[in-house]
């Protein structure tokens, strides 16, 4: 019988959304210890919401840069994980490197790896906007891990197709669905399992309709922020009907403008980060998603939830097309008259939440193990 040498594989995670994501990819390598050896690198992008997602999934970081520090730009945030990327790199020598999404640690990463001469492989590869600066910086950050990657793992054949679009080659591709469910379904049926993994921060409702806020682009900051949190305000005062759940981002550009706008309000429930079992358990509880994230698009389908997207433009164009998701923008009279219409219009919940959910099975990191198994220890002649 051949025996294959084991390959190193280096996961780098930095925020809080790609701990999450890349969970069940790290679990599937370890549960392929007899071809991979599996270390988690951290940058730290996220400090407190980033090492709470990984001790939900019984994740320990191998390396961590712990770059974050208060007042940082993001060409400081970007030096700083690709510094101490690159002497991580330099002593590991890992096979092949692994990252997730668009954000500066994705970026740093891949530039790092290249670099080294380290294969790179991206996770959620292809997801456009067609605007730079929408989101920022994201969108570029996503453009440019492409170009360094030698492996794309796309969620959907829209995102492959994008990817093709820009010389990648078919052979390079692996359409997978999103990670995201894969850790959603994990999520659920540890809390069939045992339901106290989940804090449960909302308590009796009284029969309110819960409607679960997320909000914290870096390209809403400032005055479209306010009109967000404007809009959510606005809601909670007309409809008593409801209690708004909001745990409230870490970034002090988020903070302040909600604390000021929001606190106070008696159908509003500001808390802090949740760990993900938590979030999901809320995500279940809730009548409405309203969202600026992008994973909440992908999640909010797989639980029947209808997500309506503070932004102007998606780069996940599948809810959009499948009616699963709607976009507001950060327009206040919009945000409204989009949750009005859910609240108030029993069509209309129930046209969006009997849609499949455009972005996969929950097999998504069984599928990119899989390829690496063929393309790293058997690779074709």
């Known amino acids: 019988m051949e025996i294959h040498e084991r390959k190193k594989v280096m996961v780098v995670i930095g925020t809080r959304p790609e701990a999450i994501k890349l969970a069940p990819v790290v679990l599937e390598l370890e549960k392929n210890g007899a071809h991979f050896e599996t270390q988690i690198c951290v940058t730290g992008q996220h400090r407190e919401m980033l090492g709470q997602m990984l ?214 429930k500001l808390l802090v980060p949740l760990d993900y079992f938590s979030f999901v358990a809320c995500m279940q509880r809730a009548y409405i998603l309203l969202t600026d994230s992008g994973g909440i698009q992908e999640e909010g389908p797989s639980l029947g939830k209808p997500v309506l997207v503070m932004r102007e433009v998606s780069e996940r164009p599948e809810a959009i097309a499948a009616g699963t998701a709607c976009l507001t923008g950060t327009n206040p009279e919009r945000i409204v008259e989009a949750v009005s219409s859910l609240l108030d219009d029993p069509a209309r919940y129930r046209q969006m939440t009997s849609r499949p959910n455009p972005y996969g099975d929950g097999h998504a990191a069984e599928r990119i193990v899989q390829f690496l198994t063929t393309r790293l220890i058997s690779p074709p002649s």
Do not use: W
């Open 55 to 268: 001790r939900v999934f019984g994740l320990r970081p191998d390396h961590d840069l712990s770059v974050m520090k208060a007042g940082q730009g993001l060409a400081e945030v970007t030096s700083a994980c690709l510094t101490g990327l690159d002497r991580v790199l330099r002593d590991q020598r890992p096979d092949l490197v692994l990252v997730q999404g668009d954000t500066t640690t994705t970026l740093s990463a891949a530039l790092a790896s290249y670099y080294h001469h380290i294969p790179v492989g991206h996770i959620e590869a292809g997801l456009r906007t067609g605007k730079k600066n929408d989101p920022f910086p994201e969108e570029v950050n996503r453009r440019l891990a492409t170009h360094l990657s030698d492996f794309h793992f796309a969620p959907t054949e829209v995102a492959r197709d994008n990817l093709l679009l820009e010389g990648v080659r078919l052979e390079d591709i692996l359409v997978t669905g999103n990670t995201v469910i894969d850790a959603l379904l994990l999520a659920q049926a540890r809390l069939t399992e045992e339901p106290s993994r989940a804090v449960d921060c909302l308590g009796a409702t009284d029969g309110l309709r819960i409607i679960l806020v997320t909000a914290h682009r870096r390209e809403s900051f400032g005055l479209p922020f306010r009109r967000i949190c404007e809009a959510i305000r606005a809601i909670a005062e007309k409809r008593r009907d409801v209690l708004v759940v909001y745990p409230v981002h870490l970034n002090p550009n988020v903070q302040a403008p909600v604390r000021e706008i929001l606190d106070g309000l008696p159908n509003v």
